[in-house]
């Protein structure tokens, strides 16, 4: 492609409110535009990722032996009655009436109108097991919509679902689906890692995600080093106290800590450590009114996933806020403690074992020391509500964790017969029974994918596309083409003869300035960079740089660039 065709708006300033690198570049190179809060336009060079993606996601579900469809994106709301998730969705589905106030939704995913399907296109084992998917666009109303395409509201993933007569053959698709996963990333160029994960709100069993490595990530995983352990943090579970609770060695006294609110705080004004302590963190219950207390130890993290699991409390978990608090217990949420508070204690095991700690007094200014389970105050159930933290015990026996960050890319799921039951989705078995079939779904974020490769391959001066996503794989430079006929001769010649090799190739015939010509090149980031200009061509040479390696330039013939390129780039 010409880049003189391409309207190519690119911006020098970072935009002010995007957040993170990927969504800053993705603006700045102009691959996508906001039309409205978590909307985006793909413009011209960002679709064409988004196709490469595609491409590739296509060919390994093929591989695979998926098969593909379409389903609408509007769904009818009986389907989501009858799954029973019309109720229990929630704000982020989009609901919607046609003309005759018949009730719809657009769809933030498929399970229901695939398993219409199944239950009327499958009628015998032998059909079994069969693996469909789709590359659609969903709409999750997100209640934080951020960091560009990467939790957008609009935004394209590829879906599959698979049907089985029983869980060995579900299984065995389940294991495909993660190779197939495995050979996506892989191709992609993708620094990614496979760990189990918790099956959320979609429900059913065995569950693993995908996460591309990334500081900016969302979701924290642990993994160790030692074996294949991997696991989202939500559902990795902290080790047990190592001993029991020693014995008292302290009565209970009430400091003055004015001021004092948060566990370095008071830690530093006592001059305790922050593990001889526990913070009191307040959620609501089951009930609308009613409130939660959840207890750990002050070096600990909350687990909200592993919270809101347990009977008792709201799911999603639901903080009560400071005026609340304050309301209903007197006292600023920093000077909370479990001594006299009149609220279920859910106390973290590893805050269980403490004796003689230190903890707030319930009223503002105040805390407590030498405070012992037992005597002072009764937990009402210990539970594992803490994050398992980089250097801990693998839940293996393997040796030490380490967490790091990751953005979900992909996520599979054993559903069993969630649905196919909700919606009696059969088949005939061998013996000329009706038996449920078994399902297992399969997603992959297609958008997100292209900001999670932006946030793994960028430097200080802008993109740098891994070969398999590149929107281009050629940038041509001719350097004062206008006054130079050779320069436009040699850059026409070499952009058809790139072009008769297969290699996409963008040439920028716009006639900038090198300086602004380059710094466009570099925040474009297409990865084999040729320029053509008089210097080299006296020479009968061209310069190449691939964009990883920025500063190192090379030389090459220009009979013998064709080659030089074929080696390094695979034709379409
Ligand atoms: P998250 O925890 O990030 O909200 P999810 O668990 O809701 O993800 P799934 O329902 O498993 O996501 O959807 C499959 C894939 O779709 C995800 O792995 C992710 O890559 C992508 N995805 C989900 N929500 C969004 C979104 N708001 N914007 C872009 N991609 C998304
Ligand atoms: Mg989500």
Redesign the pocket.
Known sequence: MRLSRLPLTTLKETPADAEVVSHQLMLRAGLIRMLAAGLYNWMPLGLKVVRKVETIVREEMDRSGAVELLMPAVQPAELWRESGRWEQYGPELLRLADRHQREFCFGP?HEEVITDIARRELKSYRQLPVNYYQIQTKF?D?IRPRFG?????E?V?KDAYSFHLDSASLDETYEAMRLAYCRIFDRLGLDYRYVRADS?A?GGALSHEFHVLADSG?DEIVYSEQSDYAANVEQAPAPAPQSPRPAPTQEIIEVDTPGQHTIEEVSRFLGTPPEQSVKTLIVRGEEDSSLVALILRGDHRLNAAKAAKLDGIRSPLYFADEAEVREKLGCPVGSLGPVDLDLPLYVDASAAVLSDFVCGANREGVHCTGVNWGRDANPDQVCDIRNLEDGEPSPDGSGPVRSARGI????IFQLGDKYSQAMDCTVLDPDGKQRIVTMGCY???I??IVAAAIEQNHDEHGIIWPDAMAPFSVLLCPIGADRDAAVRDVAEILYRQCRELGIETLLDDRGLRPGVMFAEADLLGIPHRVVISPRTLEQEKLEYRHRRGRDESEEVPINGLAEFLGERITPR
């Open positions: 995913t999750r997100e395409v990467m939790r957008a509201r935004f993933m959320g979609i969302e979900e890319v992909g996520h997603g992959i974020g958008t997100r």
